[in-house]
């Protein structure tokens, strides 16, 4: 597998929550290359690798497919869409950014935006609300009602873009870096024998409430939950107390809602294996979807392992390929290790 190439592709695909379908396809395609079986249940996707044979443990692999987006509202008189967010967005970096509408056809629009020669003075630091929000596609009303309805979902109009080393930039990088991240970890145990069974999932809105978490592991009803999410990577505005580092692999999560015995089996093996980590305390819930599979039924063991990003929910989110690769690798020593 071409992490990078994998990485951008999944990217690059539109995924908003509650429409999901086209990445899920592409990451499906992918994913037949090493599963048993996989299938689409209740806008959640699996794919189950190995047989559950009693009294050997079932482990579940996450990643959320979703992204943050946003969904048109109303038509104007004019031919401008109105749109509301599916997921958190910070308003102050919409307006003059390219969009894609995904219609009856794919179209591009721009999010309105004055020029500063005809600002008041006022404007200038204003954040606009969403009522205040319009998308220019150039068409009339009547031009716009061919091919736009409302509840159509629009999303950034951003590829992914190489940086300098291994770093990526673009959209969706959150979570389609942590979809890719299982694909590999699945490439990696392809031929060997293993003393459990897991089954991957790449779960779906995510970002509106973690609802496919729930659906998903209700479904599985997995003994052990590695969710693999993306999280704070450091800034030159921000602080280290708070953030992971780019380039020093995954980052384990130690929270309330994870198992503790969990977490540290991560921290050993990632030292036992050479694997490059570091460690991320939450005082409360992590706002991944390993929260929601620790209370499953009787309770699952759950762990986050968590990738460095930055700029998180804009268009030009940034990662290390090689973060990726190293939380791969931890999930694959640790499948290996489970009896």
């Known amino acids: 597998m071409d992490l990078?190439?994998?990485?951008k592709k999944l990217a690059d695909c539109s995924g908003v929550s509650g429409d999901?379908?086209?990445?899920?396809?592409?990451?499906?395609?992918?994913?037949?290359?090493?599963?048993?079986?996989?299938?689409?249940?209740?806008?959640?996707?699996?794919?189950?690798?190995g047989k559950r044979e009693k009294g050997k443990p079932h482990i579940l692999l996450d990643a959320h497919i979703d992204q943050i987006g946003f969904v048109v509202t109303f038509i104007t008189d004019d031919g401008f869409l109105k749109i509301a967010n599916c997921g958190g967005i910070d308003r102050r970096l919409l307006l003059a950014q390219?969009?894609?509408?995904?219609?009856?056809?794919?179209?591009?629009?721009?999010?309105?935006?004055?020029?500063?020669?005809l600002e008041k003075k006022d404007d200038e630091s204003k954040v606009p609300e969403y009522s205040d929000i319009c998308i220019d596609i150039g068409m009339t009303k009547a031009e716009a009602e061919k091919v736009v309805s409302v509840g159509d979902k629009v999303v950034f109009l951003q590829k992914c873009e190489d940086m300098l080393g291994d770093r990526i930039s673009g959209a969706a990088l959150d979570d389609r870096c942590g979809v890719a991240c299982l694909l590999r970890a699945a490439e990696l145990l392809k031929?060997?024998?293993l003393g459990c069974s897991y089954t991957v999932m790449f779960s779906?809105?995510?970002?509106v409430g973690e609802r496919g978490a729930k659906i998903g592991v209700y479904d599985v009803d997995p003994d052990i939950a590695i969710a693999v999410d993306v999280s704070f990577a450091l800034t030159s505005d921000d602080s280290e107390l708070k953030c992971g580092k780019m380039g020093k692999g995954a980052m384990i999560g130690f929270a309330p809602t994870l198992d503790r015995e969990l977490s540290n089996e991560m921290?050993?093996?990632?030292?036992k294996n050479d694997i490059p980590y570091q460690i991320e305390v939450m005082n409360d819930?992590?706002?991944?979807?390993?929260?929601?599979?620790?209370?499953?039924?009787?309770?699952?063991?759950?762990?986050?392992?968590?990738?460095?990003?930055?700029y998180m929910h804009t268009p030009v989110e940034v990662i290390s390929v090689s973060d990726v690769e190293?939380?791969?690798k931890l999930i694959a020593a640790y499948i290996k290790e489970v009896r």
Request: glycine share 8%.
């Open 267 to 271: 921290k050993e093996l990632a030292s």
């Open 4 to 7: 990078k190439e994998t990485i």
């Open 326 to 328: 190293n939380t791969a």
């Open 20 to 49: 999901e379908d086209c990445a899920a396809e592409l990451a499906l395609g992918y994913l037949k290359e090493f599963t048993d079986d996989y299938f689409i249940k209740n806008k959640c996707v699996f794919g189950n690798f």
């Open 191 to 193: 031929d060997e024998t």
């Open 204 to 207: 779906s809105q995510e970002e």
């Open 285 to 310: 819930e992590t706002g991944t979807n390993a929260d929601r599979f620790s209370v499953n039924a009787g309770g699952v063991k759950a762990v986050t392992l968590s990738i460095p990003l930055k």
């Open 98 to 117: 390219q969009v894609k509408i995904l219609g009856r056809r794919e179209i591009c629009g721009v999010i309105c935006s004055i020029p500063p020669h």
